[in-house]
Each structure stands twice: as structure tokens, then as C-alpha cells.
């Protein structure tokens, strides 16, 4: 357990493949372009194309490369950067704010273990709001939060749709005075229609964000977060807009 | 933007085997139970076995099945929720403690981007401290805590090693007197000294949690966590012990 020389691992053949490909990236490459094809890189690296496949399959999860519908696999910039918030009281007062974009807002019975959650019956339907987010004019997440009717009962007179009843249910349910907020965060997959509004395909790796938001007497809503893994890095803080400014990446001397 | 048809998303076929993969799972396999082998799993759907490979990776995305070394693939339990502390005081003084288990410090260079986050000379050796964390019995997490010389000026006189020495850092760098810290998370692949000690290959997808440590003038320390992806959910609280109970995936109907 207390060594941890490279020697004495047994790396697989597309491993030390991709270091050579992250090297080649910094050196060959720049931000945005486009890779050769996959038969053309095997060729120049000297590898089966399974291979480089892996190995390109591990970067576009490091965040190295990105794989675009229509365009190709391109060198991905740095992550950006999202905050998610801490501070129970910005969340639902900011609907109209910049980071959280209301979509509309339809009434659903929720996943089985989101309704155990809420306390409420699986067969009663809910509100589910749909918000996306947007950061430097590319969106980054799609979210559901799934509103009981017990939490915003004057709702009942609203008649509007769209993004003005999204609004509306959230104002209502921070009106109820949210006292705290737990999460977790955890790999997912992109489904369908948040791939969509992400511009990924269904599958593509996601950070999911579950966030539970808390009054004095229990769980007022629920919400399910999907955040690109490609491109988002989850920011944290307990000191405001403090952000760490680097990748994570091991240092990669340009050559 | 508005709509969310599932009927308007080209669905790619994988992703329907998936579905269907996902209920065989519940219906017909106990957790832990391996899988059959890929050839019987793509005759018994009637697929090829690219596409079935595809639909097992999006069930190890989202935590659903396990591959493991000598073992093959399983079912996998629920993921466990591990608390990723917000509360600076307690993460250097528990040291002892059950959620990290120093394993050894050394001293190293630390990655061009640690450096520059901790404002130190990139040629400049840093104390290195590496951590586990288990839970419930498994190794859920391996950390490299980068820590300047001048964060534990009084450290020079130690001359011990492995866990003593580890432990002698942290303390040290308790005694400095931590006032905040931040933190990010992203998705990442195992290094392959991370990947032993968490028992997965080099290169699978694990969440990398990057905190800051920050005294009145600055950082002081940098950690990089390594997580993994496929048996964790990482938690963040702001109300203690509570933590969301689910799994996150969309309701399954036992057949």
C-alpha cells in the first residue's frame, strides 16, 4: 500500500498511448482543431485502431478532447468552472437570474426514490420544473426539481405555462423559507432529453447534481442536476468567489 | 428548447439495449451476481456485441454493474454516499480518525498548475502527503495532500516515515490554523498509482475533488481526491447527517 512506483503497475498498452496523444495535443495541436481520423492517427502512432480508441476515449473523459456531433473529435479548451451554490436563499429568490434559465413546468408523478425522498405518494403527481443553465453562452446543465403540491399551495390559481409557470412555482417555493439544502454529486449518463438540451448524445457523461432543499419540518423539493462532465468542473466555496484556477492535470512540459 | 419528447431524440441502439439491460438486471440478477459472458449476453438479446459492449458501459456509468479484475462483471450494490466535509477544522485535526488513513509523506515537486495555486516556485519541493479513505471496508478514495515547506515551518526536525511522517504534516499544517477552504469536482481517469490502491485498472473514471486549503493569506495547502466514480456518491451537507437516500435513476418497474 505505501509505494506507489509506476514500475510496479501494470499499465495497459492504450495507457501509455494516451500519454504520448496528451503530449502531442500540447505540442501538435491547439484548442478547437480538429483530430485526423481515427484511421490516419492509428497509422501515425502505430497502433490497432481499438486502441487508440481507448486511449482517445480516456482523454475525452480527462477532458482533453471532445467529441462533436457533425464535427469531430477536437481539442477540448479548460473546463469552465461552475459554482454550485451553498446559500439556500440565492437559489429560488434568482429565477430570473443569469445562471438558471426556467424552461416550463408540468405536473408528473416523480421517480419512485425521488418521491420517497419528498414523502410523498409515487402515484400523486408533482410539479417538475425544467431549468437549464448557462455559462459563457453554452449550456451546462439541465435540471428537473420536482415541487409536491403541499409546498406551493397557493399555486392552484396560476394558468400560465412555460418559462412564466416555472417562475411561478419557484417563487412560491421560496416562499415557503427553505432553511438548508443537502447534495450529492455522482457519474450518470446523459438520458435523452437532457442530451438533448446539452448538445451530447444520450449516454454521454454527466456530473449529477441531487440536491434536497430543507424547511423546519422536512423535504420541501427535489432536484436533479445534469452537468456536462466534458466540459463543467463543480466549484464549491465557503469563501466566496474563490475558485481553484488549475486542471487537475499533471504538469505537461511542452516540448 | 421547450419540449422534452423522448419521440424527437434519436435514441442510438445501444441506448434502447440499455433500457432493456437495466430491467433484466432488476428482474433477473441478485447484486454481486456475474453477468454471463458478452457472447451469450448478445445472442440472449439478439445484438451485436459492440452494441451490447456499449449498453455494459453505460450500466458501469451509471453504477449498475462493476468489472472487476479476475472477477468479471457483476451487478453492482448500490453506490455508498461519502460526505466530502465542508468544515475546515476537521479535516487535518482527524488525522487518526476513521475517513483518511495516512499512508505515507514525501517530498516532491509538486504539478506546474499545484504550484502555481499554492503560489510556491515549480522547482520548489513540497511535502506530499498520500491518504485512503475507506468505507465500510473498501478503499473509496486515494489523495495527495501538496504541502509547502513554509505551511509547517517546524517540520524539519521529523524524522520519521510512512504513516508517522504523514501524520506529522497534517499536523503541523492543522497547527497554522485553517480558515476556509474551496473545492471543485470533475470527472477524471485513475493515474495508475491511484488506480492500485483503489483496485481498478489505470484509466477508469473516477470524480476528482480539488480543495484549497486557505489561512488569512492564503492557501496553504492543495489536496487532489480521487474518488471512485463507479461505488461512490460524493455528499455535501449543510444540515449534518442528512443525506439523500436514492439512487437517482428514473423509476424501474419490477416485471
Given at each position: 500500500m505505501g509505494t506507489t512506483q509506476l514500475e510496479s503497475v501494470q499499465e495497459p498498452k492504450y495507457w501509455h498511448l494516451k500519454t504520448v496523444l496528451s503530449e502531442a495535443l500540447d505540442s501538435d495541436f491547439a484548442v478547437g482543431e480538429i483530430l485526423p481520423n481515427e484511421r490516419d492517427l492509428a497509422a501515425r502512432f502505430g497502433v490497432a485502431r481499438a486502441t487508440l480508441r481507448q486511449a482517445l476515449e480516456q482523454l475525452e473523459l480527462e477532458g482533453r478532447l471532445q467529441r462533436r456531433r457533425g464535427v469531430g473529435t477536437t481539442v477540448a479548451p479548460p473546463r469552465v468552472g461552475v459554482a454550485v451554490s451553498t446559500?439556500?436563499?440565492?437559489w429560488a429568490g434568482d429565477?430570473?437570474?443569469?445562471a438558471w434559465q426556467p424552461v416550463d413546468s408540468t405536473v408528473a408523478k416523480a421517480p419512485a426514490p425521488i418521491a420517497a425522498t419528498l414523502g410523498t405518494d409515487p402515484a400523486e403527481p408533482v410539479h417538475v420544473v425544467r431549468r437549464i443553465r448557462e455559462t459563457q453562452g453554452q449550456v451546462v446543465a439541465a435540471e428537473l426539481v420536482y415541487v409536491p403540491g403541499s409546498s406551493v399551495p397557493d399555486l392552484s390559481a396560476i394558468e400560465a405555462s412555460g418559462p412564466v409557470r416555472a417562475r411561478a412555482v419557484l417563487r412560491e417555493l421560496h416562499r415557503l423559507g427553505l432553511q438548508g439544502q443537502d447534495r450529492s454529486v455522482e457519474l450518470g449518463s446523459a438520458r435523452a432529453d437532457d442530451a438533448k438540451e446539452l448538445d451530447r448524445l444520450p449516454g454521454a457523461p454527466v456530473l449529477v447534481v441531487t440536491t434536497r432543499y430543507l424547511t423546519a419540518v422536512g423535504t420541501a423539493a427535489v432536484s436533479v442536476a445534469t452537468y456536462r462532465a466534458d466540459t463543467c468542473r463543480l466549484t464549491f466555496g465557503d469563501?466566496?468567489?474563490?475558485?481553484?484556477?488549475?486542471?487537475?492535470?499533471?504538469e505537461r512540459q511542452a516540448s
Open positions: 446559500a439556500p436563499h440565492e429565477v430570473g437570474g443569469e469563501s466566496g468567489a474563490l475558485e481553484i484556477s488549475h486542471d487537475d492535470q499533471p
